[in-house]
């Protein structure tokens, strides 16, 4: 047995209080002058009385009272003892730094844990570290003192990991460990997210080493945390300035009310919007809160959002880079002009610069001052011109293509350098009768604007269908379930498999035509720089020249020189370590921890035990907190001992 | 409570000192309270007529004279005595216990002044004898109200100590007092019972009328100690470890076996027994005797 607060052992011996008091009693007896003992010498003695056994009862009762009140105090645990140093082993011992194990004092709890695992390896054994973030990772060494050392050093990460690609890692290391006994301690609050998917693939694994998870967390949690940060558009022009949307999500079984803070500065650090507000979430509830500003001039903005702190405080802070964009250089590629003129008039309207040109000018233009291009014609284009199209595709460019014939060149796509699995140029469909627009994928950010509306109501008399399309690509289908939208992979590129002329389709007409295409042009001449990094990510940003840049972090300043890539200076940014905003030259990024480890929902012991994985919270054995049964003990001696009185 | 009468109870009386102040103050109370008892008066002779004056009971009147004289006048009487009472008091050492602020020896103390007074106001001869395991003191019984001094000089001087042999004294006062007396006993009897009885059925055998006060503190009938203790004798010097609780009930059924057994004896041989204890008032005593006195005419 074991003692969290041994300090109250000490306090024990009071226990003997009434045993003294009964003993002094009894040998400091009162002596009274009494007139005769002629009647004592007659009375029969009697051996035992009632008055002996309650005297001996409330005794003991009050001993026990005593003795289990300070036992009690001194919180005794059953500690059920596994031998750890008796034998050899090559052990891997995975520590879980997420950001979860910064809840109370789980982290602390767990390196000690570690330590442990570590001192009671019997000598000759090796070891070896790991964390979850990838933040310390040792190979199995036999100096464990070394070993020690770096379980100091390790802290709580702002990484989100799950336990498999480290586990993956452990079993790698464990097949070159030259002792036959191998295996994995995983020291963990038991977060179900981060267990979830490697109980799901342990099912299917037969031979893998002895796996035993010690328990660092706390059995009872609650946390608020801000999940998401979203603009409502999601590409806010000085026209359409954004709302921001802030997400919250209550992660407890009890409701909770937290202080909302929402801070927006500019550029030149000016503080230009600070809300603050009540928010009140019922259970596992979760919440959008809509913040009203108009920010309408062009620039970088840095959104920030803090809740009122609580055991878990990393994710109560969450950030956004804004980005209102200057007006937009863009051209417009036409093979005769009428077919460009209902596009350039729907551009027109918002912050576009419109630039159109002939296929001729274009072989002899600067692509490179435009931000986007739409390909209005391109049935003439040559296997050199798209070659050209493809190289201003991979140097951050935007390409808008509408299928308005037949493409000629069957290279295209080679030519373009596509990132998309289409083979084959596009097969024009004369359709008998009309197609119509269905099936609009509004939970992508591009068509999210079109959630509720109608854009079924535009015939299309003909279209074009291409080979090998993935389904995850698909914006929006034609009603005979070909593609009509599709979007690049990892490349801004968005082709319509139609064309928009007037003896085709009646769509110019129509009241979701402009917004479609205002939206794809936004999306193609933006920045190629994504909303939500997470931490860990790396930053890759395609810079206007090769210059030394420098860089702005939560951890200092920084110069860096970009590397070139297919004739574009570019920077890789991978030491994205710690929430906050990191500013690459002039573009600010936001870097944010993953919102979902502030689910701190555990796994099921059984889930685990199922799978012949041992549970323990404390190295050396499963422990039984017996503070509670004794303090109960001792009340009902006390109970006792009160009754026996009124008795 | 009438001024007199508030020295009938024991606590108040030992605040006083002098012991004839104490038998005074307890007869006077005794006797205001008795104007509504019972007894009225004791065998008496004639002395004298004396006018009548307001107050004096009516039925006092000679009715006779008034109608020779047309006069009211008062029979005076004188009281006729030839009683010897002879006061035996106990002064062994457990007559010195007290659970509570007066002793049995001091109530028996009372008891005796007050009914030396009380006697000695009526006209008898009283005498009084204390005795331990002996005799110590032997005051023979005079009438004479210059014999009251005397008599309450020797019961305050009285020290309590020693053992106790009530049979031994007793037979040997039973055949020291010759003229057939009224023999008063004011003791614990803390002694063997039927050696006890068989010296009170000597007294009666010589023809004594036998008056036993039997005095005890409250404590020793129902042993009311609430911790383990020892008990140490007053007369013997011996000590016992006990704890009260446990032999309380035993104690009680012997004590009460005990008394009751003795009462009964003593009625056998027409032998007067009250138990009084120390925190009863005095005056019960007092109608105790008055009671045996009206029964002896």
């Known amino acids: 047995m074991s003692f969290a607060a041994p300090i109250f052992l000490a306090l024990l011996s009071l226990s003997l209080i009434p045993l003294i008091i009964h003993l002094i009693q009894r040998i400091r007896l009162k002596k009274v002058y009494y007139s005769s003992l002629f009647f004592l010498t007659e009375t029969k003695r009697e051996t035992f009385s009632w008055f002996q056994l309650k005297e001996i009862l409330l005794l003991v009762f009050r001993t026990l009272f005593i003795f289990l009140l300070f036992f009690s105090l001194a919180r005794p645990y059953l500690k059920k003892k596994i031998l750890l140093n008796n034998y050899e082993a090559s052990r891997i011992i995975i520590l879980d730094d997420s950001y979860s194990m910064d809840y109370h004092h789980n982290f602390k709890t767990a390196t000690i844990q570690v330590k442990k695992l570590i001192t009671e390896l019997k000598k000759g054994s090796e070891a070896a570290i790991l964390t979850f973030s990838g933040n310390l990772s040792t190979n199995l060494i036999t100096n464990l003192k070394e070993l020690e050392s770096y379980a100091d050093s390790v802290r709580v990460s702002f990484s989100g990991n799950t336990l498999e690609p480290v586990f993956d890692k452990a079993i790698n290391i464990l097949n070159n460990a030259t002792l036959p006994r191998k295996e994995i301690y995983v020291v963990t609050d038991l977060q179900k997210r981060a267990l979830s998917p490697l109980i799901n693939r342990l099912r299917m ?232 627009v269905e099936q609009v994928k509004t939970d992508n950010p591009l068509m999210e604007i079109f959630k509720g ?161 041992k549970i323990v919270t404390d190295v050396g054995g499963k422990t039984t907190d017996l503070s509670r049964f004794s303090f109960g003990l001792s009340v009902l001696f006390l109970i006792l001992e009160l009754i026996l009185l009124i008795v | 409570m009438e001024s007199y009468q508030r020295f009938l109870n024991p606590e108040v009386l030992a605040k006083l000192k002098r012991i004839d102040l104490k038998a005074r103050l307890v007869v006077e109370g005794f006797l205001t309270g008795l104007h509504r008892s019972p007894f009225k008066g004791f065998s008496q002779e004639f002395a004298e007529y004396r006018s009548y004056m307001p107050g004096d009971e009516p039925k006092r009147i000679d009715w006779k004279v008034y109608g020779k004289t047309d006069r009211f006048f008062i029979r005076e009487y004188e009281e006729e005595t030839n009683l010897k009472a002879y006061i035996l008091l106990d002064a062994s050492g457990s007559m010195s216990y007290s659970s509570d602020k007066v002793t049995k020896l001091e109530y028996a103390s009372y008891l005796a002044a007050s009914l030396a007074y009380l006697l000695i106001k009526q006209r008898d001869s009283v005498g009084v004898v204390t005795f331990t395991s002996k005799l110590n003191t032997y005051i023979p019984p005079r009438s004479s109200p210059a ?151």
């Open chain 2, 147 to 297: 014999h009251l001094p005397v008599l309450l000089q020797a019961i305050d001087k009285i020290k309590p100590g020693g053992d106790t042999n009530l049979a031994n004294t007793f037979h040997q006062l039973a055949e020291k007092i010759k003229r057939r007396g009224f023999v008063i006993i004011i003791s614990d009897l803390f002694d063997d019972k039927e050696q006890v009885l068989s010296a009170l059925r000597h007294f009666r055998h010589k023809k004594h009328e036998v008056l036993v006060f039997h005095i005890l503190d409250k404590n020793e009938l129902d042993f009311s100690f609430s911790q383990p203790l020892i008990l140490h004798d007053l007369e013997t010097s011996k000590e016992i470890t006990l704890d009260p609780r446990v032999i309380r009930k035993d104690y009680q059924k012997t004590v009460n076996e005990f008394f009751s057994d003795f009462k009964r004896r003593c009625r056998e041989h027409l032998i007067d027994y009250h138990q009084i204890t120390t925190n009863t008032a005095l005056d019960r005593a007092l109608f105790d005797y008055l009671e045996k006195r009206a029964r002896l005419g």
């Open chain 1, 453 to 613: 509306s109608d854009l079924s109501s535009a015939k299309f008399y003909s279209y074009y269908e291409l080979n090998n399309y993935p389904d995850s690509l698909v914006l929006a289908y034609f009603s005979t379930k070909t593609p009509f939208l599709i979007k690049g992979q990892n490349q801004k590129l968005v082709i319509a498999l139609t064309s928009f002329n007037i003896d085709n389709t009646d769509f110019m007409f129509k009241a979701t035509f402009l917004p479609l295409f205002h939206r794809i042009f936004t999306y193609l001449s933006f920045p190629m720089v994504s909303q939500e990094y997470q931490i860990g990510d790396t930053i890759k940003l395609i810079l206007p020249a090769s210059t030394t840049i420098r860089i702005k972090t939560p951890q200092g300043e920084f110069t860096q020189v970009p590397t070139i890539e297919a004739g574009r200076p570019l920077i890789r940014y991978i030491d994205t370590n710690e929430p906050g905003f990191y500013q690459i030259g002039n573009e600010v990024i936001a870097i944010n921890v993953l919102a979902e480890e502030g689910d701190l929902a555990r796994i099921s012991e059984k889930e685990l035990t199922n799978q012949n994985i």
């Open chain 1, 205 to 436: 694994s037969k031979n893998r080493p002895d796996i035993t998870i010690v328990d660092a967390g706390k059995k009872k949690t609650e946390n608020v945390g801000i999940k998401e940060i979203s603009l409502s558009p999601n590409f806010p022009t000085s026209d359409f300035p954004a709302q921001p949307l802030i997400k919250i999500k209550n992660y407890s079984n009890n409701g909770e009310t937290r202080q909302l803070q929402f801070v927006i500065t500019s550029e030149n650090d000016s503080v230009i919007s600070n809300i603050k507000s009540e928010v009140s979430l019922g259970a596992s509830e979760t919440k959008t809160i809509p913040i009203d500003i108009d920010v309408r001039k062009p620039g970088n903005y840095r959104i920030e959002v803090a809740l009122t702190s609580d055991s878990l405080s990393i994710d109560d802070k969450r950030f956004y880079a804004m980005k209102i964009p200057e007006p937009t250089p863009i051209l417009l590629l036409f093979q005769n002009p009428s077919s460009v003129r209902y596009i350039e008039t729907a551009l027109k309207q918002s912050y576009f610069q419109i630039k159109t040109m002939d296929i001729k000018t274009f072989r002899q233009g600067n692509l490179k001052r435009y931000k986007a291009i739409g390909l209005i014609s391109t049935g003439d284009l040559t296997y050199t011109d798209w070659q050209r199209l493809g190289y201003y595709l991979i140097q951050g460019g935007g390409i808008f293509i509408t299928v308005d014939n037949e493409i000629k060149e069957a290279q295209w796509t080679n030519a373009l350098s596509l990132n998309l699995p289409l083979a084959g140029k596009p097969v024009t469909v004369k359709s008998s009768g009309f197609v119509t």
